[in-house]
């Protein structure tokens, strides 16, 4: 019918191709290096053939060289060339400590570059601060010195008594320790309230501390719990104040001057009545009267007000009811020269950053900062030094060590059986005893299987209101109630006279809340005991750390919990656990708290609280 069609031209594959790519294989080819002429160029590499080296390379090639076949072994290779086995062995082992070391120096290096990571990249400091670049050079002036006595003392004698008390300090002229309050130029009001409360020489930080303090120095203090950290910074404030007072009386509406800041109501509480002592005893003495005031959540703000308005000179307050007031101007730093964040670790972690910030940002000029805790890792404070102007670090024993005037003891118990365990525990001591638990709801069940059992306790945390909290916390102090059983929230600080025993009905989440609950006892050189009850939901990154926090108290680690974290033994810790958290147990890169803080920013990521709401991020 028609044409067939034409069919599709055949493929060609030319063997030229072939040949082209084996010219681009002859242009990019290495000839063969046999095995003997290899191992001479590693031993020449290696500084093994020393002064034949010149001689090797001169020597021409025999046709044995490239008979892959004709193999020689290192030990004949050094033979000839007069590198005996003992050379080549110590040789051997200089490289392989040289690889160690490098090991540990990637190990420094990956850790170093994981907390610059996580490290916030903005200074702590006011937003107007920032936007204008200032920045201060020196320190808060002050009319105070150090008596002529201590100034001509030389400086190997104040180091002599930093290394007897155990004092480590950093800082640019570090002011001198001063060890008697009578040196330290207090008045006689406050001379007689630390007679009325039985304090009659300064502890280790406050022989340091205060007279930095009163130096106008920008300052971090970190000491064990129980070593007197509150007086470091309020009997300089109301020093402070009383100088201004005696100088230019306060007005209507004016101040504060000094501003302290804490974490929980209570420990905002106790410190507020700690000055309120001092205070009267001044007042006592014929001296003008300093106005403090507490603001804090719970309490109605009328009662804050009321001494706002005939002008304040110390203000205690907790963050948020702070911001509250400095949002709606109720309050002004204007004239405020002194702040002081104490358990300063809380603050600045991440869930205050933002918080601290936007209280700085209320600042109209230079101000003396004080940071205190008992636990303050690396990152906290390098962080926190961006704040601080030459600050002076003082330091009374390691960040975050227990104290080693509590006996701990730790008890395996199964979750069931804790509860009817913890009655056996209370009789190890006579009342009054502290009991901390994780959770709210293990709190309340506590609470009352104790008063069914007829023990007179009361319990605080953060779901209960302001007035129940203060009256269980005053009814304990008092001694009406024999057991206070709590959350973290009375961890932080919080001074209960006679403490000998501390429970904790299970392991806190990290190391750093267990110093704190174990620290409610053994305070101001007394011993006490802390008892945990351990069961297997503890997580394993805290019983290590807990295993090191063990041994560095000088304190038997029982075999029970080595058998938890799978160890046959500890070893003394040498000071350098994880950078960021602070535990001995474990490093950064397998720290538990920075993960689960990434996890939380990972999923936070788009959705709308992430942001922080405060003035800080406009």
Not at 22 to 33: A, I
Not at 443 to 451: K, R, T
Request: charged share 30%.
């Amino acid at each position: 019918m028609g044409d067939k069609k034409d069919d599709p031209p055949i493929k060609r594959y030319r063997r030229e191709e072939k040949s082209s790519e084996s010219e681009e294989d002859l242009d990019n080819y290495e000839p063969y290096v046999p095995v003997k002429e290899r191992k001479k160029q590693q031993l020449m590499k290696l500084g093994r053939l020393g002064q034949v080296a010149a001689e090797a390379a001169a020597e021409p090639k025999s046709s044995s060289d490239n008979d892959p076949d004709d193999e020689t072994s290192q030990e004949e290779w050094g033979r000839r060339y007069n590198v005996s086995l003992l050379d080549q062995h110590s040789e051997l082992k200089r490289l392989a400590e040289a690889r160690a070391l490098s090991a540990a120096e990637r190990q420094a290096r990956e850790e170093q570059h994981i907390l610059e990571s996580v490290a916030q990249s903005k200074a702590l400091m006011g937003v107007a601060e920032l936007a204008k670049g200032i920045q201060y050079e020196d320190p808060i002036k002050t009319s105070w010195k150090p008596p002529r006595c201590i100034l001509d003392l030389p400086e190997e004698r104040h180091e002599r008594v930093r290394r007897q008390l155990r004092i480590l300090v950093e800082g640019e002229d570090v002011p001198p320790p001063i060890k008697t309050f009578q040196h330290m130029k207090f008045p006689k009001g406050i001379l007689r309230g630390l007679e009325a409360k039985g304090i009659k020489k300064p502890t280790p930080i406050q022989v340091q501390g205060i007279p930095a303090v009163l130096s106008g120095r920008d300052m971090i203090g970190i000491a064990f719990t129980g070593s007197g950290k509150t007086l470091v910074f309020t009997l300089p404030i109301i020093m402070m104040c009383l100088e201004q007072e005696i100088k230019m009386p306060f007005i209507k509406n004016e101040g504060p001057y000094g501003l302290i800041i804490c974490p929980s109501r209570e420990l905002a509480k106790q410190t507020h009545d700690i000055i309120q002592h001092f205070v009267k005893q001044l007042k006592m003495c014929g001296n003008p009267e300093i106005r403090s005031c507490l603001a804090i959540g719970g309490v109605a703000v009328s009662e804050c007000m009321e001494v706002v308005q005939r002008g304040v000179h110390i203000m205690v307050a907790t963050p948020g009811r702070l911001m509250d007031m400095l949002d709606k101007k109720m309050v002004r730093l204007n004239v405020c020269r002194y702040l002081c964040m104490d358990e300063a670790d809380r603050m600045i972690d991440m869930g205050f950053e933002e918080d601290v910030r936007t209280i700085f940002s209320y600042f109209a000029g230079q101000r003396q900062t004080l940071l205190f805790s008992a636990t303050m890792p690396r990152k906290i404070q390098n962080f926190a030094r961006s704040a601080l102007v030459k600050p002076v670090t003082v330091n009374v024993g390691r960040a975050g060590a227990a104290s080693l005037n509590v006996r701990q003891e730790l008890e395996p118990v199964k979750a069931e059986a804790r509860t009817v365990h913890l009655l056996q525990c209370l009789q190890k001591t006579p009342p009054p005893v502290l009991v901390f638990a994780e959770r709210k709801q293990d709190v309340d069940a506590i609470h009352e299987y104790l008063l069914l059992k007829g023990v007179e306790a009361v319990a605080i945390h953060g779901g209960k209101d302001q007035e129940e909290r203060s009256r269980a916390v005053e009814a304990f102090r008092r001694g009406e109630k024999d057991v206070l059983v709590a959350t973290d929230v009375a961890s932080k600080g919080l001074d209960f006279a006679n403490i000998q025993h501390v429970i904790n009905y299970d392991m806190p989440e990290d190391i750093e809340n267990y110093v704190h609950r174990i620290g409610r006892t053994g305070r101001a050189g007394g011993e006490g005991v802390a008892t945990t009850l351990l069961g297997r939901a503890a997580d394993d990154s805290v019983l290590r750390d807990l295993a090191h926090l063990l041994r560095e108290a000088q304190q038997k680690v029982p075999s029970f919990l080595l058998d938890m974290i799978g160890e046959p033994d500890v070893p003394v810790p040498d000071g350098q656990g994880c950078s960021y958290c602070g535990g001995l147990g474990h490093r950064i890169t397998e720290c538990p708290k920075l993960e689960a803080v990434q996890n939380k920013q990972a999923s936070n990521i788009g959705r709308r609280d992430y942001l922080a709401n405060t003035a800080a991020d406009y």
